[in-house]
């Protein structure tokens, strides 16, 4: 049975919905990443913006993972980062990812589906029909990691490396940087 997102909405329309809902859990994902590694290396967001954010998620995991490793992290909280990113390829959720998002679709000889071509693939790959509920399956599943990277980030907020970043915010703040000081208050109410 084909998933609906609207009762009476047409196949595209749901394509296209769950192409967003893809790309919305993606950028989620790929954030939480983006602040843990800032909040590991005691940055403020704005500083890992303009330092981390070249690197895609795949990168943005693994950087996360070294430097848990070398802040010691405790075990329980290296080793979640580390099962995301297993269970993240087991999923092929890059490739899925980047096929539904990147690809070329067209109308699809399947029905309630679309024909994804990717043009960097070749033989059957090239060209692939993905039904709405794949679709769905997909953006759930994006989801799922991004909710587990939301809690990896939330324990490390129990760590005692957040009580490291908030003593280096206020020598920052001794120093006499008032526009420092700004962020901080920023950066907390941000938390809140």
């Known amino acids: 049975m084909p998933t609906t997102l609207i009762p009476g909405e047409d196949d595209q329309t749901a394509v296209m919905a769950l192409i967003g809902y893809v790309c919305i859990q993606w950028a989620v994902l790929e954030t939480t990443f983006l602040h843990l590694i800032g909040a590991i290396e005691l940055m403020l967001p704005e500083e890992a913006y303009i330092v981390f954010a070249g690197l ?31 269970d993240m390829d087991k999923a092929d959720i890059f490739e899925l990812r980047n096929t539904v998002v ?7 000889e399947q029905p309630h589906s ?44 129990k ?26 208050k920023q950066h907390f109410r941000s938390r809140a």
């Open 56 to 86: 895609d998620c795949r990168q943005r995991i693994s950087k996360s993972l070294v430097l848990s490793r070398h802040h010691k992290f405790p075990n329980r909280l290296t080793n979640r980062i580390e099962q995301l990113r297993k």
């Open 102 to 108: 990147h690809g070329a679709h067209a109308a699809s």
């Open 114 to 157: 679309t024909k994804i071509m990717m043009a960097r693939y070749s033989g059957p790959k090239r060209f692939q029909d993905f039904s709405i509920t794949d679709l769905r399956d997909i953006g759930e599943n994006v989801a799922r990691f991004a909710l587990e990277a939301q809690l990896i980030f939330e324990d490390y907020g």
């Open 159 to 184: 760590t005692s490396r957040v009580k490291e970043s908030t003593q280096h915010l206020a020598r920052e703040f001794k120093a006499g940087n008032l526009g420092l000081w700004v962020k901080i």
